[in-house]
């Protein structure tokens, strides 16, 4: 008889694609994949250290395995970015759990959990790796229209606040062969939006290879209607991609442009490599090829923030009017150049505080602009029907809003190019109907 595995996901979408190739590698090696944690001889976590919420959330899900294991004789293992990283710490803390294995591990993944289930043996794989782009391994995706390709793993950068240089390891670029491939393989799969992903994925480097060079050919793989990428860094935005982005039908003009502060002393410190005005004159430089719809992420309290450096996010936020941003409150990691060498001194009220301020802004600036599209018309790719309403289809826009609308008897499906006219909006979404066909 097959084991079951049951798995469940956080973090972010790079950890969603090690999700698959995880699936891929159990499958072929004979395991079952379940979705019912009762019946599965095996439960795996594919976890995220990025900010304590996360550790916490893993934390929390880790306790309620414990007991179910104490009941019933289950296999618990913890993989990616926090059994990477706290290693020590989860095998001092939670000694019932039976394998860890870190991004570059997955291959011995089903060697570890046959041992622990059959030999009630222990074992880790938290071993970097300078080469492991797991190439030859197709992931096993979840249906529907859109796919994941990692091109790249692992960061350099070493931003001082973040711990993903410690737990994924150096930056290295796939084959672009292999990801053409992959590209070719989701196509003819029905899928019709790829997702390009990587710490910086804008960095991409192979056999002579940029990455604007890439996603040209990705987006060229007939049936592939659009292509996006994340996560780039503002370092690495040559022409050539900026041209690609304006020009190609099928590469969607859309950029998450992570900017983290608008303040040049905190943009040092977090080794950001530019400055406030560098950041504002790619932006200039971006909006001279079109409109195009930035989305960013920033941090509040970074360490030693003060009050009139927050101001300076804020009203940079005011000024460049992102279609969405994600705020973060300050989170100190283990290992970071930041934890090293810099307190962790603003208070908890303080980064709330901003963290609120900066998200009610935004929330008026994606309204005010979402208002700007009622009575205009948005072409969408179906995803499914709406969460919340059965009788309505979801999908996003070009610019990556959410897009809902009435389903009115009309022959679409999942996959579909559709025009909605838009006639209300919020933050987040855009309600409309299906425009006529003329
Ligand atoms: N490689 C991506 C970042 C991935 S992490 C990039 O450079 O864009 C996603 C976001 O999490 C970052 O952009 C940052 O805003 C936030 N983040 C990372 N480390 C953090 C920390 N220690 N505390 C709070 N937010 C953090
Ligand atoms: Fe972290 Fe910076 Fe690398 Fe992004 S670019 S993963 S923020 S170190
Ligand atoms: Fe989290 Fe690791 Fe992704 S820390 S955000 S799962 S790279």
């Given at each position: 008889m097959a084991y079951h595995v049951y798995m469940e996901t956080f973090g972010c979408q790079m950890n969603e694609y090690d999700t698959e190739l995880v699936r891929s590698l159990l499958k072929t090696n004979g395991f079952q994949m379940t979705q019912d944690s009762e019946e599965a001889h095996v439960v795996l976590l594919n976890t995220c250290a990025i900010r304590e919420n996360a550790h916490n959330r893993v934390y929390g899900h880790l306790g309620k395995f414990k007991v179910a294991k104490q009941e019933r004789g289950l296999v618990i293992g913890v993989l990616g970015c926090m059994a990477q990283n706290l290693k020590k710490e989860l095998q001092e803390t939670?000694?019932?759990?039976d394998v860890l294995v870190g991004?570059?591990?997955?291959?011995q993944l089903p060697v570890l959990l046959t041992r622990a289930l059959e030999q009630h043996e222990k074992g880790q794989a938290v071993e970097l790796s300078?080469?492991?782009?797991?190439?030859q391994i197709v992931p096993d995706r979840v249906p529907g229209v859109h796919g994941w390709i990692a091109v790249m793993r692992g960061c350099d950068n070493f931003c001082t606040f973040c711990v993903v240089p410690y737990t994924r390891g150096r930056e290295r670029s796939r084959e672009p062969q292999g990801i053409v491939r992959e590209a070719q393989d989701l196509a003819d799969r029905g899928y019709k939006q790829i997702t390009l992903l990587g710490?910086?994925?804008?960095?991409y480097q192979a056999d002579g290879w940029g990455f604007a060079r890439l996603i040209k050919v990705v987006a060229d793989v007939?049936?592939?209607?659009r292509v996006r990428f994340m996560s780039p860094h503002p370092k690495d935005f040559p022409p050539a991609l900026l041209e690609a982005i304006a020009d190609h039908p099928h590469i969607c003009r859309q950029i998450h442009l992570?900017?983290?502060?608008?303040?040049d002393r905190m943009l040092e410190m977090m080794g950001r490599t530019y400055t406030r005005r560098e950041y504002l004159e790619l932006v200039d430089v971006i909006r001279q090829h079109g409109t195009i719809a930035l989305s960013t992420d920033v941090i509040c309290g970074f360490c030693s923030e003060t009050q009139e450096e927050y101001l300076e996010t804020y009203r940079l936020l005011e000024e460049v009017a992102f279609q969405s941003t994600f705020v973060f409150k300050y989170s100190e990691r283990k290992q970071t150049i930041a934890s090293r060498k810099y307190p962790d001194d603003v208070s908890d009220v303080v980064k709330s505080e901003r963290v609120m301020q900066l998200i009610e802004l935004q929330k008026k600036i994606s309204i005010r602009k979402n208002q700007q599209k009622i009575g205009r018309t948005v072409q969408v790719l179906v995803e499914g029907h709406a969460r919340k309403f059965p009788d309505q289809w979801m999908g996003h826009a070009e610019d990556n809003t959410t897009v809902v609308w009435e389903k009115n008897g009309h022959m679409t499906q999942p996959g579909d190019l559709v025009s909605v006219l838009v006639h209300d909006v919020s933050a987040g979404t855009l309600f409309g109907h299906m425009a006529p066909v003329l």
């Open positions: 939670r000694p019932f759990i991004p570059d591990g997955y291959r300078e080469y492991e782009t797991y190439e710490q910086n994925v804008n960095s007939p049936g592939i209607e992570p900017l983290q502060s608008g303040n």
